[in-house]
């Protein structure tokens, strides 16, 4: 089960640089895993989304979520809820659920979408260099470009 090693995926636009099998499980169904299980279903790819918590995109603004959810749906990808990855082998990945314990294997391609942390270094380089800093955007939190401006407009009123 391959996995492709040291791509990085920011967005909607770097799902542009998968190499994706048939059969894809994504593991992470925050907002850019599931943007990423949107553009590779429509790419015609058979897709499973992995989330440890009881929905998908939550990180995304309501109605946005709801879009994604329902495209997904749609586009019939697999969307596994609530379920914690517990270990990869040759023959599949292991998952646990409320119902147990189980193997989901067949997959080409294996995509991780968990574990984006925000890059504010330019701004703890300036830290009692300027009397205020204001963290927008993606240095504040990763999320979705509406989000953002939302809150860049917020902070410019406060200038």
Do not use: C, Y
Not at 59 to 70: C, E
Not at 83 to 104: A, I, M, N, Q
Request: aromatic fraction near 4%; proline fraction near 3%; glycine fraction near 12%.
């Amino acid at each position: 089960m391959p996995m492709a090693a040291g791509t990085a995926l920011q967005g909607l636009r770097d799902g542009g640089k998968i190499q994706a099998g048939q059969k894809v499980l994504i593991l992470g169904g925050g907002g850019i895993g599931a943007e990423t299980a949107d553009f590779l279903s429509e790419k015609g790819k058979d897709v499973t989304l992995v989330e440890m918590r009881e929905g998908i995109a939550l990180d995304l603004v309501g109605h946005l979520q709801h879009f994604l959810n329902m495209r997904l749906k749609e586009k019939k990808v697999q969307i596994l809820t609530s379920t914690k990855v517990l270990r990869f082998e040759p023959s599949g990945v292991w998952v646990e659920d409320s119902e147990g314990t189980r193997r989901l294997g067949g997959f080409d391609s294996v995509v991780a979408a968990i574990g984006v942390k925000p890059d504010n270094k330019l701004s703890r380089s300036l830290q009692g260099k300027v009397p205020e800093i204001f963290v927008v955007g993606d240095a504040a939190q990763p999320r979705e470009v509406l989000e953002a401006l939302l809150e860049a407009e917020e902070t410019a009123m406060k200038i």
